[in-house]
T-cell receptor, first 113, second 111 residues
Framework: NAGVTQTPKFRVLKTGQSMTLLCAQD?????MYWYRQDPGMGLRLIHY???????AKGEVPDGYNVSRLKKQNFLLGLESAAPSQTSVYFC????????????FGSGTQLSVL | GQSLEQPSEVTAVEGAIVQINCTYQ??????LSWYQQHDGGAPTFLSY????GLEETGRFSSFLSRSDSYGYLLLQELQMKDSASYFC????????????FGKGTTLSVSS
């Protein structure tokens, strides 16, 4: 039972480079989320999706784009990485009928030099 | 907007009881959740309160008072493995179904 899988687990970028983080879930969940976690800041919502083909902005969306072309996948893109985007990124999903529980992936540690 | 306040750090010894408080401000309330995160790991769901009162799950309990916009997580019979960060969270009014998290409380359990 894989749950929520994030790739890659680690990545180092140079300022200005682009990359895509992939999140895949096998639980048939409607809702998916991208959060970033910085020391002392908790988890902050970047973007979210309430279904295939839909996306919306969260608390800190600037510098990121997302796509949800397939229900099971939620992609987070950085078009031109900046050092301020150095963070740990977590993807999460939940079932539309259970508003209590988010399932998180294991995270992606991104460093932008 | 929405905000959650919780202590940044709590320390305790094995076998003790510790309470982690959370106060929140939100224009629409759908329940208070608690998550645990070990160092280097992913957050995992612990507990949820939609109504006032105490919810018990083994050694962990969570309490909610909607009139006071306040809740707490109670950890009993502390073990070393309980050393982790604990986050309270509320549903984000502006972001539909997402959760907005507090900044977390780091619990250190010593022997």
């Amino acid at each position: 039972n894989a749950g929520v899988t994030q790739t890659p687990k680690f990545r180092v970028l140079k300022t200005g480079q682009s990359m895509t983080l992939l999140c895949a879930q096998d639980m048939n969940h409607e809702y998916m989320y991208w959060y970033r976690q910085d020391p002392g800041m908790g988890l902050r919502l970047i973007h979210y999706s309430v279904g295939e083909g839909t996306t919306a902005k969260g608390e800190v969306p600037d510098g990121y784009n997302v796509s949800r072309l397939k229900k099971q996948n939620f992609l987070l893109g950085l078009e031109s990485a900046a050092p301020s985007q150095t963070s740990v990124y977590f993807c999460a999903s939940r079932d539309s009928l259970d508003n209590k529980k988010l399932f998180f992936g294991s995270g992606t540690q991104l460093s932008v030099l | 907007g929405q905000s959650l306040e919780q202590p940044s750090e709590v320390t305790a010894v094995e076998g003790a009881i510790v309470q982690i408080n959370c106060t929140y401000q939100t224009s629409g309330f759908y329940g208070l959740s608690w998550y645990q995160q070990h160092d280097g790991g992913a957050p995992t769901f612990l507990s949820y309160n939609a109504l006032d009162g105490l919810e018990e799950t083994g050694r962990f309990s969570s309490f909610l008072s909607r009139s006071d916009s306040y809740g707490y997580l109670l950890l009993q019979e502390l073990q070393m493995k309980d050393s982790a960060s604990y986050f309270c969270a509320v549903r984000a009014v502006q972001a539909g179904t997402a959760l907005i998290f507090g900044k977390g409380t780091t619990l250190s359990v010593s022997s």
